[in-house]
């Protein structure tokens, strides 16, 4: 069975600290994506970032870096140099190379980011 | 503008009283898709949609229903609904395949008395 895990419930920051928000997947798939979503407090859903299960690089947007562990099952996520804005729930998700299953999402990290 | 579109946004309703919650989207997406977002589980798929007049369920199906009679259309229906299924609801399209990104609505807030 496929899983999510994101063990941090809530994370408090001051503006310009760097915090990571940790994710553990699980799956027995050779080929599997994994996804970052960003939830605001107006409540959509934003896409961050995909990765497929064969691209370990790492990658960086602006503030925003992401660490692909294999070895470890991991998919961190790490954002520099905190801001106000980037106050939100981070889900992390799992989905399968096959055509209709579902994206597994964790349960989501809080950040909290005070000026 | 590629987008999913949900209505209501927000819905307060009784116990019993059927309600449907609509969902459209304008990518030519195959694969649609409902998921319920509560407080300390996450996001959870209710019911999702392969292509036309395809659709199965997901870990969260008891009390609702679905149909795609409609390529861009993926309505959500609650017959009876029930005050455990107060919760926020999002419909998502994509590709279909795992690779696919899935493209999320604003989301419906539904409350139950």
């Known amino acids: 069975a496929q899983k999510v895990t994101q063990a941090q419930t809530e994370i408090s920051v001051v503006e310009k600290e760097d915090v990571t928000l940790d994710c553990v997947y699980e799956?027995?798939?050779?080929?599997?994506?994994l996804f970052w979503y960003k939830q605001p407090p107006s409540g959509e859903l934003v896409f961050l970032i995909r990765r497929n299960s064969f691209d370990e690089q790492n990658e960086i947007s602006g503030r925003y870096s992401w660490n692909f562990q294999k070895s470890t099952s991991s998919f961190n996520f790490t954002i520099t140099a905190s801001q106000v804005v980037d106050s939100a729930v981070y889900f992390c998700?799992?989905?399968?190379?096959?055509?209709?299953?579902?994206?597994?999402f964790g349960k989501g990290t809080t950040l909290s980011v005070s000026s | 503008e590629a987008q999913v579109t949900q209505n209501p946004r927000y819905l307060i309703t009784v116990t019993g009283k059927k309600l449907t919650v609509t969902c459209s989207q304008n990518m030519n997406h195959e694969y649609m898709s409902w998921y319920r977002q509560d407080p300390g589980l996450g996001l959870r798929q209710i019911y999702y949609s392969m292509n036309v007049e395809v659709t199965d369920k997901g870990d969260v199906p008891e009390g609702y229903k679905v149909s795609r009679k409609e390529k861009r259309n993926f309505p959500l229906i609650l017959e009876s609904p029930s005050p455990n299924q107060t919760s926020l609801y999002f419909c998502?399209?994509?590709?279909?395949?795992?690779?696919?990104?899935?493209?999320f609505g604003a989301g419906s807030r539904l409350t139950v008395l």
């Open positions: 799956t027995r798939d050779t080929t599997y994506y």
């Open positions: 998502a399209s994509s590709g279909g395949s795992g690779a696919n990104v899935l493209t």
């Open positions: 998700a799992l989905n399968l190379n096959q055509a209709g299953t579902a994206l597994i």
